[in-house]
């Protein structure tokens, strides 16, 4: 079945007649949206899927936020209560989505659990092909010194993270972020990349402030023409902002245990890219 976020009855009849709402859709960053479209799926159909879960017998809704409502972690590892700093409309409509979830569960008395993953991979993602194909290439440049965090979330603990926020009973009403159990710097992620594919790792880095600035002003000349910039800042992001996370919460509530390595998920993933013809 096929619908519309922001279409009422679509998700009505979507809801209709079973135990467990995932909610995972979003608009990821998106060149030349409004932010009206963020903000009618990212948030404000948040509403519309709890309310009709919940007149449609639903026993709980999972919601899938994101890390990224709490910005750039200025003292990693952050844990849930870390503060809350969106950087663009994407995190910002996270947010709203999250408060909007938690009003309507007090509203309408939904068993509503909120999810923040972090950085997801595995087979089936291109979010982050560019690395690991830049990387297998032996094409990859780091911006910066690249001894920022980077924490990601392979996608079967991911999903297996999600079922528990599902069917635990004590997790109703609680935030949970979920991430794999290794915490690396973006210089390291990329050299098990090169040994996973047998290349020399990436030496060449280069400042960040002309990229951020050749950035913007791509941006400020495709968004009007809603184009894909060739570059924009958000890649800079990438390359700047730390990203570290505490999962004690989830691992002493939920049980949740990460089971694949970084290395082991690395290598399915770069094992998936070649199979698919994407390195």
Known sequence: MSGDLTDADAVKKATDGVDVVYHIAAIYRQAGLPEEQYRAVNATAVRTIIEAAKSGGVKRVVHCSTVGVHGDVERPPANEDAPLRPGDIYQET?????????????????????????????????????????????????????????????????????????????????????????????????????EEAHVPPPRVHLPVWPVWVAGAICEAICRPLRVEPPI???????????????????????????????????????????????I
Do not use: Q
Not at 101 to 115: F, L
Not at 235 to 264: C, H, M, N, Q
């Open 94 to 194: 996270k947010l709203e989505g999250e408060n909007i979830a938690r009003a309507a569960a007090h509203e309408t008395g939904m068993a509503v659990v909120i999810a923040r993953p972090t950085g997801i991979y595995g087979p089936g993602d291109r979010r982050l092909l560019k690395l690991f194909r830049g990387v297998a290439r032996r094409r990859f440049v780091i911006l910066g010194d690249g001894e920022i965090f980077y924490h990601l979330t392979y996608i079967d603990d991911l999903v297996a993270g999600l079922h528990l926020c599902a069917t635990v009973p004590a997790a109703a009403g609680r935030t949970y972020i979920l991430a794999g159990g290794e915490v690396t710097t973006l210089n390291r992620l990329a050299e098990l990349i090169a």
């Open 232 to 278: 924009y800042r958000r890649r800079v992001d990438f390359f700047t902002k730390s990203r570290a996370f505490d999962i004690s919460r989830a691992r002493a509530e939920l049980g949740y245990a990460p089971a694949i390595g970084l290395r082991e998920g690395i290598r399915r993933t770069l094992d998936w890219y070649r199979r698919e013809g994407w």
